[in-house]
């Protein structure tokens, strides 16, 4: 039967079917998720909505047209904005029902339409009507030669497309190259193509069929791109894919011939547990990518060679190290003072200085540590200072002995080709502690010594500068590590022997000697109790009175420190504990008198001056290592053929200097202070230093020799109790020096009563405090004349 074809609103309807004729005002709406239908294709539609499927029984019982529209944002389950504006009028030929509750419907579309107004239907809850305006489209004519190769080369492209995806149907190549109507192929490539809503819509939207002929191969153009694009994507990954599976097939052969040969333990056991660690640790970036080099080696040794273990020792120090690991910082500046003077008794500058140092840590914690120096004679507590300064602190706290060390290895490392190799001593002390912001106390840094091996003193100049030390190498780690952040303490007896450039690194804190009264309340305090309870008796089986023990400060210590007063009070407490366990007892307490019997005669005696009872013998003050001491300078005359001058008693070429001036001076001199002008023609003079197997050096015994040599010329005898120290001029100037608070300390210890210093010392006499000078008074003098009238006694109380 011949079909009749009228066209209704610009839409060609059959008339000759069963279909009702389409209400443009009243379209039911099939609504799409991810399809575009193109007019004159036929497909089939899955519907997965309740509504949808109503729908589409509704229209194919009836023979109604339905608008068939697609959503621009799929997600959305019940659209009513969300609708492109352009569709298809179409039928639903049939309706299948497919096992497993799913239903699908053939539909054929017929013309475009443009969607003016959409509301819900009345009949159907959840599906959408709309008011549509039908839009006919123009035929392509294949007269046009454009629009021929046009056709040619949609259809070529859209065959590779197909074969290059699995979106689309494989039986659309036959479709594609059995249709003869380009205005049909052109729908029905552009309703398959994998493309985007969006593009597809844009396509639909264009009235002429060559317009949309030119939109669809650029889409398909651009997803042929894409499509290639993935592709090798794709083959790249299943290649790495490949090469992955296979390493890893042959890495579990090597697994399983290892765990053959060493079990449990192995490389793998020790790489596994070294990347552990170091994943939990804050590794530098540089850092990181050596110890997976570094980490990659171990691997290729075997287990029983040296190399391996050589390499394990080097990662497991890595691992060690405390990378990025910091104690909290202090916050209690009360606590740390209670710290510091529960510790030691007295020091209060180099208290106030660590304090000052608390409050920059806890102003500004991650502020740069400075390095101190803390410059003191033995005994007096440096070393244990350290060990306080670090509980106030809250860190971590490491001593490392520098006492006769020569190698610089020490301090650097060694290099790791050398066998036995292991890092330096500042990073073993890093290790160990477990932070990178300890106290590290550098005990004895003026007893390093330096030969063929290196000098170590040099080694110190980059870890004590804190312009450097955030940059360390140590030879044996080989990777730089922050010591910006620890705080280190040197400790020496004397900066003499120190080299200039480490003393400037420095900040250097003086610690002077104790009063016999300090050190009175530091055996109270400290030393008694804590031999006491070393010694496991009860307090009150050893009890001291305070004339005991100034007598024991007195005459059987001869120190600035409390280092010999500690062992002679142990000495007291072992024999007080004898006696209690062989069921004697000492009396209690135990008094100055009884000091004879438990530790024998005084070695010491208080008054070690010579008095002045004979003209030549003056007293000086010197500064030793231990602290300060009296010196004594003795001159004889005798006769001999010409002048001559004989120095003994050990000393320096400084000393010997200052011997020759002081002579030179008396003989330039000689007129001025009444002695005779040939007092020294043809006489010997000998100036004598007692306890001559000691060396003595040093400018500061300068107008003590000139005062012994004016004494032993003019017969005036020194006055009592007067001791002195200066350096002097072939002028007559005297000179400041150094050491004046131990100095001042070894004459109360001397039980001198007056001290002759320098007028230029003045100062730094003022800055003792009044306790060290209680019963002594510091007479200040700038000229040889002024100490001669203030050690002397006149003429004629000599005679």
Same mark, same amino acid.
């Given at each position: 039967?011949?079909?009749?074809?009228?066209?209704?609103?610009?839409?060609?309807?059959?008339?000759?079917?069963?279909?009702?004729?389409?209400?443009?005002?009243?379209?039911?709406?099939?609504?799409?998720?991810?399809?575009?239908? #193109?007019?004159?294709?036929?497909?089939?539609?899955?519907?997965?909505?309740?509504?949808?499927?109503?729908?589409?029984k509704m229209a194919a019982d009836r023979h109604i047209y339905i608008g068939v529209v697609a959503q621009t944002d799929p997600e959305v389950e019940f659209p009513t904005d969300q609708l492109c504006d352009y569709g298809v009028i179409a039928e639903v030929v049939k309706v299948l029902e497919i096992p497993d509750d799913k239903?699908?419907?053939?539909?054929?579309?017929?013309?475009?339409?443009?969607?003016?107004?959409?509301?819900?239907?009345?009949?159907?809850?959840?599906?959408?009507?709309?008011?549509?305006?039908?839009?006919?489209?123009?035929?392509?004519?294949?007269?046009?030669?454009?629009?021929?190769?046009?056709?040619?080369?949609?259809?070529?492209?859209?065959?590779?497309?197909?074969?290059?995806?699995?979106?689309?149907?494989?039986?659309?190549?036959?479709?594609?190259?059995?249709?003869?109507?380009?205005?049909?192929?052109?729908?029905?490539?552009?309703?398959?193509?994998?493309?985007?809503?969006?593009?597809?819509?844009?396509?639909?939207?264009?009235?002429?069929?060559?317009?949309?002929?030119?939109?669809?191969?650029?889409?398909?153009?651009?997803?042929?791109?894409?499509?290639?694009?993935?592709?090798?994507?794709?083959?790249?990954?299943?290649?790495?894919?490949?090469?992955?599976?296979?390493?890893?097939?042959?890495?579990?052969?090597?697994?399983?011939?290892?765990?053959?040969?060493?079990?449990?333990?192995?490389?793998?056991?020790?790489?596994?547990?070294?990347?552990?660690?170091?994943?939990?640790?804050?590794?530098?970036?540089?850092?990181?990518?050596?110890?997976?080099?570094?980490?990659?080696?171990?691997?290729?040794?075997?287990?029983?060679?040296?190399?391996?273990?050589?390499?394990?020792?080097?990662?497991?120090?890595?691992?060690?190290?405390?990378?990025?690991?910091?104690?909290?910082?202090?916050?209690?500046?009360?606590?740390?003072?209670?710290?510091?003077?529960?510790? &030691?008794?007295?020091?209060?500058?180099?208290?106030?200085?660590?304090?000052?140092?608390?409050?920059?840590?806890?102003?500004?914690?991650?502020?740069?540590?400075?390095?101190?120096?803390?410059?003191?004679?033995?005994?007096?507590?440096?070393?244990?200072?350290?060990?306080?300064?670090?509980?106030?602190?809250?860190?971590?706290?490491?001593?490392?002995?520098?006492?006769?060390? &020569?190698?610089?290895?020490?301090?650097?490392?060694?290099?790791?080709?050398?066998?036995?190799?292991?890092?330096?001593?500042?990073?073993?002390?890093?290790?160990?502690?477990?932070?990178?912001?300890?106290?590290?106390?550098?005990?004895?840094?003026?007893?390093?010594?330096?030969? #063929?091996?290196?000098?170590?003193?040099?080694?110190?100049?980059?870890?004590?500068?804190?312009?450097?030390?955030?940059? #360390?190498?140590?030879?044996?780690?080989?990777?730089?590590?922050?010591?910006?952040?620890?705080?280190?303490?040197?400790?020496?007896?004397?900066?003499?022997?120190?080299?200039?450039?480490?003393?400037?690194?420095?900040?250097?804190?003086?610690?002077?000697?104790?009063?016999?009264?300090?050190?009175?309340?530091?055996?109270?305090?400290?030393?008694?109790?804590?031999?006491?309870?070393?010694?496991?008796?009860?307090? !009150?089986?050893?009890?001291?009175?305070?004339?005991?023990?100034?007598?024991?400060?007195?005459?059987?210590?001869?120190?600035?420190?409390?280092?010999?007063?500690?062992?002679?009070?142990?000495?007291?407490?072992?024999?007080?504990?004898?006696?209690?366990?062989?069921?004697?007892?000492w009396p209690q307490p135990v008094d100055s008198a009884d000091l004879n019997g438990l530790l024998g005669a005084a070695p010491y005696i208080r008054e070690r001056y010579e008095g002045n009872d004979y003209a030549g013998v003056i007293t000086g003050l010197a500064w030793t290592a231990a602290g300060g001491c009296v010196l004594?300078?003795?001159?004889?005359?005798?006769?001999?053929?010409?002048?001559?001058?004989?120095?003994?008693?050990?000393? !320096?070429?400084?000393?010997?200097?200052?011997?020759?001036?002081?002579?030179?001076?008396?003989?330039?001199?000689?007129?001025?202070?009444?002695?005779?002008?040939?007092?020294?023609?043809?006489?010997?003079?000998?100036?004598?230093?007692?306890?001559?197997?000691?060396?003595?050096?040093?400018?500061?015994?300068?107008?003590?020799m000139a005062t012994s040599i004016v004494s032993a010329l003019t017969g005036r005898r020194p006055k009592p109790r007067v001791a002195m120290t200066g350096e002097l001029t072939l002028r007559g100037k005297v000179l400041p020096i150094g050491g004046v608070k131990e100095k001042i300390l070894a004459a109360k210890r001397a039980?001198?009563?007056?001290?002759?210093?320098?007028?230029?010392?003045?100062?730094?006499?003022?800055?003792?405090?009044?306790?060290?000078? &209680?019963?002594?008074?510091?007479?200040?003098?700038?000229?040889?004349?002024?100490?001669?009238?203030?050690?002397?006694?006149?003429?004629?109380?000599?005679?």
């Amino acid at each position: 039967m011949n079909k009749e074809i009228v066209t209704v609103g610009q839409i060609e309807v059959d008339m000759t079917s069963s279909m009702a004729e389409p209400d443009f005002n009243h379209l039911p709406l099939l609504t799409t998720r991810d399809l575009v239908l #193109f007019p004159g294709v036929t497909i089939p539609i899955s519907l997965g909505r309740e509504f949808s499927r109503e729908l589409a029984k509704m229209a194919a019982d009836r023979h109604i047209y339905i608008g068939v529209v697609a959503q621009t944002d799929p997600e959305v389950e019940f659209p009513t904005d969300q609708l492109c504006d352009y569709g298809v009028i179409a039928e639903v030929v049939k309706v299948l029902e497919i096992p497993d509750d799913k239903t699908t419907a053939i539909v054929r579309a017929h013309g475009k339409c443009k969607i003016l107004d959409v509301r819900s239907m009345e009949t159907i809850h959840g599906a959408l009507e709309a008011t549509v305006k039908p839009i006919k489209e123009t035929k392509a004519r294949m007269t046009d030669k454009e629009m021929v190769a046009l056709v040619s080369t949609v259809k070529d492209t859209a065959v590779k497309i197909v074969k290059k995806t699995t979106e689309a149907p494989p039986e659309m190549v036959l479709n594609i190259v059995d249709i003869s109507d380009p205005t049909l192929l052109i729908n029905l490539i552009a309703t398959h193509m994998p493309l985007p809503i969006s593009a597809k819509t844009e396509i639909l939207a264009t009235p002429r069929i060559k317009e949309r002929a030119y939109r669809l191969l650029t889409n398909m153009a651009r997803s042929e791109q894409m499509l290639d694009i993935a592709q090798s994507i794709h083959d790249r990954t299943r290649q790495k894919i490949s090469e992955q599976q296979r390493n890893v097939f042959l890495q579990q052969q090597l697994e399983s011939i290892r765990e053959e040969l060493y079990g449990d333990e192995g490389p793998d056991a020790d790489a596994a547990n070294l990347r552990k660690k170091a994943a939990e640790l804050d590794m530098p970036e540089p850092v990181v990518k050596i110890f997976e080099r570094e980490l990659s080696k171990l691997s290729r040794y075997a287990p029983q060679s040296p190399d391996y273990s050589v390499q394990l020792s080097y990662l497991e120090l890595l691992t060690d190290l405390p990378w990025g690991k910091n104690d909290a910082p202090v916050s209690d500046i009360a606590h740390a003072h209670e710290v510091l003077d529960a510790d &030691h008794f007295g020091l209060e500058k180099v208290k106030e200085r660590i304090l000052e140092q608390i409050a920059m840590l806890i102003s500004a914690p991650s502020s740069h540590a400075p390095i101190i120096c803390l410059v003191g004679p033995p005994g007096v507590g440096k070393t244990s200072l350290g060990q306080s300064i670090a509980t106030a602190l809250g860190r971590k706290y490491r001593r490392v002995a520098l006492g006769g060390l &020569h190698d610089e290895a020490e301090i650097r490392g060694h290099r790791r080709t050398y066998i036995g190799a292991m890092p330096g001593r500042i990073i073993d002390a890093l290790r160990r502690c477990g932070t990178s912001n300890p106290v590290i106390l550098l005990d004895e840094i003026d007893k390093i010594g330096s030969d #063929f091996r290196g000098d170590p003193s040099s080694a110190l100049l980059e870890v004590l500068d804190p312009e450097q030390n955030c940059r #360390f190498h140590d030879n044996y780690v080989d990777v730089d590590f922050d010591l910006s952040q620890t705080l280190f303490i040197a400790t020496a007896n004397t900066l003499s022997s120190i080299p200039a450039p480490l003393v400037d690194r420095m900040e250097i804190i003086d610690i002077s000697g104790y009063l016999p009264e300090e050190k009175t309340e530091i055996a109270r305090r400290h030393l008694l109790p804590r031999l006491i309870a070393e010694a496991g008796v009860d307090a !009150g089986d050893v009890n001291l009175t305070d004339d005991a023990l100034a007598a024991l400060i007195d005459t059987y210590t001869g120190e600035s420190g409390v280092r010999q007063l500690e062992k002679r009070l142990a000495a007291i407490v072992r024999k007080i504990v004898l006696r209690k366990v062989s069921g004697q007892s000492w009396p209690q307490p135990v008094d100055s008198a009884d000091l004879n019997g438990l530790l024998g005669a005084a070695p010491y005696i208080r008054e070690r001056y010579e008095g002045n009872d004979y003209a030549g013998v003056i007293t000086g003050l010197a500064w030793t290592a231990a602290g300060g001491c009296v010196l004594y300078v003795e001159t004889s005359l005798s006769p001999s053929k010409g002048e001559k001058l004989t120095l003994t008693g050990k000393l !320096g070429d400084v000393m010997k200097e200052s011997a020759s001036i002081a002579l030179q001076h008396v003989r330039s001199h000689a007129d001025s202070l009444g002695i005779a002008s040939d007092a020294l023609t043809d006489r010997a003079v000998h100036i004598h230093v007692p306890e001559g197997a000691i060396p003595k050096d040093g400018p500061s015994a300068g107008i003590t020799m000139a005062t012994s040599i004016v004494s032993a010329l003019t017969g005036r005898r020194p006055k009592p109790r007067v001791a002195m120290t200066g350096e002097l001029t072939l002028r007559g100037k005297v000179l400041p020096i150094g050491g004046v608070k131990e100095k001042i300390l070894a004459a109360k210890r001397a039980g001198i009563t007056d001290a002759i210093l320098p007028e230029a010392n003045r100062k730094d006499v003022d800055e003792i405090p009044d306790i060290y000078l &209680h019963g002594l008074e510091v007479h200040y003098v700038s000229d040889a004349a002024q100490v001669f009238d203030l050690a002397l006694l006149p003429t004629e109380t000599a005679d």
